[in-house]
């Protein structure tokens, strides 16, 4: 089987959360190794070497090869904890590998031709990543590195599913056996800019040119009140005519 990295590690003999403080205070890393038809078995790493490994994205998806004093052990990772505040290494989990039984493990998915797809290229689509990495089967020895997808050929509004990954003999995917075949990709138009919530009820508020500005103090019109206060306004403008009138005739009489 091929090993992609290669370090060592010491037995722990101490466990519990003190004794690992005390690790991590000189440098150390504890980890896990379990599986294999093996009891797990407690490790210690150095945090300087996995620092220089965990930006390697083959680091998560290959098989190593750890050196527990003069026995070497192939596994591969299934788990690194980070401290949420540093750059550091809080421990690590470690599954054994053997040749004759398959393993589980993410692999990442390489999208290639992006930029010269049809989609993309003449019908100015925008690529959207739904899964940029999925979990495989395999043996040891069918491993790949990472899983290849070509969008050369998708058009505007294709969408690609994880039954279109292009799968290394022996290799399966392990939510397609369950019967979910999840969007991978796809190319779709870009969405229109939607005004800003803050201009926009500016601009309505600003009368439409020729129009008439509403009164100091009146009531914005369908106000709670607005209709009354119309139809009260009729009557009193002909009250107002009528005394007018009457006191036109009185000066007539005279």
């Known amino acids: 089987m091929k090993v992609s990295f290669e370090f060592g590690a010491d037995r722990r003999d101490k466990q519990g959360k003190s004794a690992s403080r005390r690790l991590r205070h000189t440098g150390k890393v504890p980890a896990i190794l379990y599986g294999g038809g093996e009891p797990p078995q407690a490790l210690v790493l150095d945090q300087q070497n996995l620092l220089t490994m965990i930006g390697n994205e083959k680091f998560y998806s290959s098989i190593v090869r750890l ?3 003069n026995k070497a052990q192939a596994a591969i990772v299934k788990d690194v904890h980070m401290h949420p505040a540093r750059s550091a290494v809080v421990h690590v989990d470690l599954q054994r590998v053997l040749e004759n ?4 493990i ?3 998915i390489h999208f290639r031709n992006e930029a010269i797809s049809p989609g993309v290229k003449t019908q100015g689509g925008v690529v959207s990543h739904m899964e940029t990495d999925v979990e495989v089967s395999c043996l040891p020895n069918d491993l790949p590195e990472y899983l290849e997808f070509d969008l050369g050929e ?3 509004n294709d969408t690609k ?3 279109d990954i292009p ?3 022996g290799v399966v995917i392990t939510d397609l056996v369950h019967g979910k075949n999840r969007p991978v990709v796809s190319i779709h138009s870009p969405r229109a800019e939607e005004p800003e919530p803050v ?3 500016a601009a309505a508020a600003v009368p439409a040119e020729g129009a008439a500005a509403p009164a100091a103090g009146a009531a914005p019109a369908g106000a709670a009140g607005g209709a009354p206060a119309a139809a009260g306004a009729a009557p009193a403008a002909a009250a107002e ?3 007018e009138g009457g006191a036109a005739k009185k000066e007539g009489k005279k």
């Open 241 to 243: 005519t009528k005394k």
């Open 106 to 108: 993410r692999l990442p």
């Open 199 to 201: 201009a926009a009820e």
């Open 167 to 169: 799968l290394p003999a």
């Open 101 to 104: 039984e398959k393993i589980r």
């Open 67 to 69: 050196k527990i004093e």
């Open 154 to 156: 998708m058009n505007l």
């Open 161 to 163: 599913f994880l039954a």
